[in-house]
Protein backbone atom coordinates (compact mmCIF):
# COMPACT_ATOMS: atom_id res chain seq x y z
CA UNK A 1 0.00 0.00 0.00
CA UNK A 2 3.03 2.17 -0.77
CA UNK A 3 4.87 3.55 -3.70
CA UNK A 4 7.40 1.56 -2.81
CA UNK A 5 5.76 -2.11 -2.90
CA UNK A 6 6.50 -4.53 -5.36
CA UNK A 7 2.96 -5.23 -6.21
CA UNK A 8 3.96 -8.88 -7.40
CA UNK A 9 4.25 -12.48 -6.39
CA UNK A 10 7.44 -13.81 -6.13
CA UNK A 11 8.11 -17.68 -6.92
CA UNK A 12 11.41 -19.44 -6.55
CA UNK A 13 11.25 -22.94 -8.14
CA UNK A 14 13.78 -25.42 -7.29
CA UNK A 15 13.86 -28.99 -8.82
CA UNK A 16 15.97 -31.32 -7.08
CA UNK A 17 17.37 -34.38 -8.66
CA UNK A 18 19.60 -37.39 -6.55
CA UNK A 19 20.80 -40.76 -6.95
CA UNK A 20 22.51 -43.15 -5.10
CA UNK A 21 26.20 -42.88 -5.65
CA UNK A 22 27.44 -46.18 -6.72
CA UNK A 23 30.84 -46.87 -5.21
CA UNK A 24 31.56 -49.69 -6.63
CA UNK A 25 31.57 -52.37 -3.71
CA UNK A 26 27.82 -53.48 -4.14
CA UNK A 27 27.36 -52.63 -7.72
CA UNK A 28 23.51 -54.51 -7.77
CA UNK A 29 22.22 -52.81 -4.71
CA UNK A 30 21.57 -49.39 -6.18
CA UNK A 31 19.06 -49.28 -9.01
CA UNK A 32 19.80 -46.41 -10.17
CA UNK A 33 16.33 -44.73 -9.54
CA UNK A 34 16.00 -40.61 -9.95
CA UNK A 35 14.46 -39.18 -6.49
CA UNK A 36 12.79 -35.72 -7.45
CA UNK A 37 11.57 -33.29 -5.12
CA UNK A 38 10.36 -29.38 -6.06
CA UNK A 39 11.17 -26.90 -3.56
CA UNK A 40 8.91 -23.94 -4.01
CA UNK A 41 9.10 -20.94 -1.74
CA UNK A 42 6.37 -17.98 -2.76
CA UNK A 43 6.14 -14.32 -1.05
CA UNK A 44 2.69 -13.33 -1.86
CA UNK A 45 1.55 -9.55 -2.37
CA UNK A 46 -0.97 -8.81 0.21
CA UNK A 47 -4.79 -7.95 -0.62
CA UNK A 48 -5.34 -4.78 -0.98
CA UNK A 49 -8.32 -2.47 -1.33
CA UNK A 50 -8.33 -0.47 -4.16
CA UNK A 51 -9.84 2.28 -2.02
CA UNK A 52 -7.70 2.98 0.43
CA UNK A 53 -4.74 2.53 -2.17
CA UNK A 54 -5.77 5.43 -4.40
CA UNK A 55 -4.33 3.28 -7.36
CA UNK A 56 -5.30 3.80 -10.82
CA UNK A 57 -4.26 2.57 -14.10
CA UNK A 58 -1.97 0.07 -14.59
CA UNK A 59 -1.24 -0.14 -10.63
CA UNK A 60 -5.22 -0.63 -10.34
CA UNK A 61 -5.10 -3.26 -12.83
CA UNK A 62 -2.29 -5.13 -11.18
CA UNK A 63 -3.96 -5.22 -8.06
CA UNK A 64 -7.14 -6.63 -9.60
CA UNK A 65 -5.05 -8.86 -10.93
CA UNK A 66 -3.02 -10.13 -7.35
CA UNK A 67 -6.61 -9.57 -5.55
CA UNK A 68 -8.10 -12.35 -7.94
CA UNK A 69 -5.34 -14.66 -7.73
CA UNK A 70 -5.47 -14.41 -3.78
CA UNK A 71 -9.01 -15.13 -3.49
CA UNK A 72 -8.47 -18.35 -5.93
CA UNK A 73 -5.99 -19.66 -3.58
CA UNK A 74 -7.52 -18.68 -0.94
CA UNK A 75 -10.64 -21.40 -2.49
CA UNK A 76 -8.83 -23.60 -3.45
CA UNK A 77 -7.25 -23.68 -0.10
CA UNK A 78 -10.77 -24.03 1.55
CA UNK A 79 -11.64 -26.78 -0.56
CA UNK A 80 -8.72 -28.63 0.45
CA UNK A 81 -9.20 -28.18 4.26
CA UNK A 82 -12.82 -29.12 3.82
CA UNK A 83 -11.89 -32.71 4.32
CA UNK A 84 -14.01 -33.84 1.87
CA UNK A 85 -12.22 -36.66 -0.31
CA UNK A 86 -12.88 -36.38 -4.39
CA UNK A 87 -14.57 -33.51 -5.65
CA UNK A 88 -12.90 -31.16 -8.62
CA UNK A 89 -10.68 -28.30 -7.33
CA UNK A 90 -9.87 -26.22 -9.93
CA UNK A 91 -6.17 -24.92 -10.22
CA UNK A 92 -6.56 -23.50 -13.39
CA UNK A 93 -8.17 -20.13 -12.45
CA UNK A 94 -4.91 -18.57 -11.33
CA UNK A 95 -1.52 -19.09 -12.63
CA UNK A 96 -0.51 -18.77 -8.80
CA UNK A 97 -2.72 -22.23 -8.05
CA UNK A 98 -1.62 -23.69 -11.21
CA UNK A 99 2.13 -23.38 -10.38
CA UNK A 100 1.83 -24.64 -6.93
CA UNK A 101 -0.97 -27.37 -7.87
CA UNK A 102 1.93 -30.01 -6.62
CA UNK A 103 2.43 -28.36 -3.70
CA UNK A 104 -1.41 -27.69 -2.39
CA UNK A 105 -2.40 -30.97 -3.79
CA UNK A 106 -1.38 -33.75 -1.29
CA UNK A 107 2.06 -35.00 -2.37
CA UNK A 108 4.18 -32.74 -0.71
CA UNK A 109 5.34 -31.06 2.80
CA UNK A 110 3.01 -27.75 3.14
CA UNK A 111 4.37 -24.31 5.25
CA UNK A 112 2.51 -21.58 5.17
CA UNK A 113 3.82 -18.15 7.25
CA UNK A 114 0.93 -15.59 7.43
CA UNK A 115 2.74 -12.17 8.09
CA UNK A 116 0.06 -9.27 9.21
CA UNK A 117 0.31 -5.75 10.40
CA UNK A 118 -1.49 -3.39 13.20
CA UNK A 119 -1.88 -1.00 10.52
CA UNK A 120 -4.67 -2.56 8.25
CA UNK A 121 -7.50 -4.31 10.69
CA UNK A 122 -9.44 -5.55 7.40
CA UNK A 123 -6.34 -7.06 6.20
CA UNK A 124 -5.17 -8.86 9.11
CA UNK A 125 -8.82 -10.14 9.97
CA UNK A 126 -8.63 -11.61 6.40
CA UNK A 127 -5.20 -13.13 6.46
CA UNK A 128 -5.61 -15.28 10.18
CA UNK A 129 -9.20 -16.51 8.74
CA UNK A 130 -7.20 -17.82 6.07
CA UNK A 131 -4.09 -18.78 7.94
CA UNK A 132 -6.74 -20.90 9.99
CA UNK A 133 -8.28 -22.36 7.11
CA UNK A 134 -4.80 -23.65 5.51
CA UNK A 135 -3.79 -25.30 8.86
CA UNK A 136 -6.76 -27.82 7.99
CA UNK A 137 -5.09 -29.13 4.82
CA UNK A 138 -4.19 -32.60 4.94
CA UNK A 139 -1.20 -33.58 2.33
CA UNK A 140 -0.49 -37.31 1.80
CA UNK A 141 3.88 -36.79 1.08
CA UNK A 142 5.74 -39.55 -0.66
CA UNK A 143 8.97 -40.14 -2.30
CA UNK A 144 8.73 -39.32 -6.05
CA UNK A 145 11.00 -41.64 -7.68
CA UNK A 146 11.92 -41.86 -11.84
CA UNK A 147 12.80 -45.01 -13.56
CA UNK A 148 14.39 -45.21 -17.03
CA UNK A 149 13.79 -49.06 -18.64
CA UNK A 150 17.29 -50.24 -17.24
CA UNK A 151 16.67 -49.23 -13.83
CA UNK A 152 13.04 -50.63 -13.37
CA UNK A 153 15.33 -54.33 -15.43
CA UNK A 154 17.49 -53.66 -12.40
CA UNK A 155 14.92 -53.14 -9.77
CA UNK A 156 12.46 -55.92 -10.76
CA UNK A 157 15.68 -58.99 -11.72
CA UNK A 158 16.09 -58.40 -7.71
CA UNK A 159 12.69 -58.41 -6.95
CA UNK A 160 12.69 -61.98 -8.79
CA UNK A 161 15.87 -63.20 -6.69
CA UNK A 162 14.43 -62.28 -3.82
CA UNK A 163 11.48 -63.80 -4.26
CA UNK A 164 12.88 -66.99 -5.04
CA UNK A 165 15.19 -67.08 -2.37
CA UNK A 166 12.09 -67.08 0.05
CA UNK A 167 10.79 -69.96 -1.93
CA UNK A 168 13.29 -71.77 -1.71
CA UNK A 169 13.33 -71.28 2.30
CA UNK A 170 10.06 -72.07 2.31
CA UNK A 171 10.49 -75.18 0.55
CA UNK A 172 13.36 -76.48 2.37
CA UNK A 173 11.36 -75.80 6.00
CA UNK A 174 8.07 -77.72 4.71
CA UNK A 175 10.44 -80.77 3.50
CA UNK A 176 12.01 -80.85 6.72
CA UNK A 177 8.96 -80.56 8.43
CA UNK A 178 6.95 -83.56 6.71
CA UNK A 179 7.13 -86.98 7.73
CA UNK A 180 8.24 -89.73 6.30
CA UNK A 181 5.45 -92.06 4.56
CA UNK A 182 4.99 -95.37 5.91
CA UNK A 183 4.80 -98.49 3.53
CA UNK A 184 1.65 -100.10 5.07
CA UNK A 185 2.09 -103.17 2.84
CA UNK A 186 4.58 -104.24 5.57
Request: net charge neutral; proline share 2%.
Amino acid sequence: MNEHSSRSHTIFRMILESREKNDGSMPESIDEAVKVAHLNLVDLAGSERASQTGAEGVRLKEGCNINRSLFVLGQVIKKLSDGQTGGFINYRDSKITRILQNSLGGNAKTVIICTITTDALEETVSTLQFASTAKFMKNTPHVNEVLDDQAMLKRYRKEIMDLKNRLEKNQIKCNSELTPVQNWED
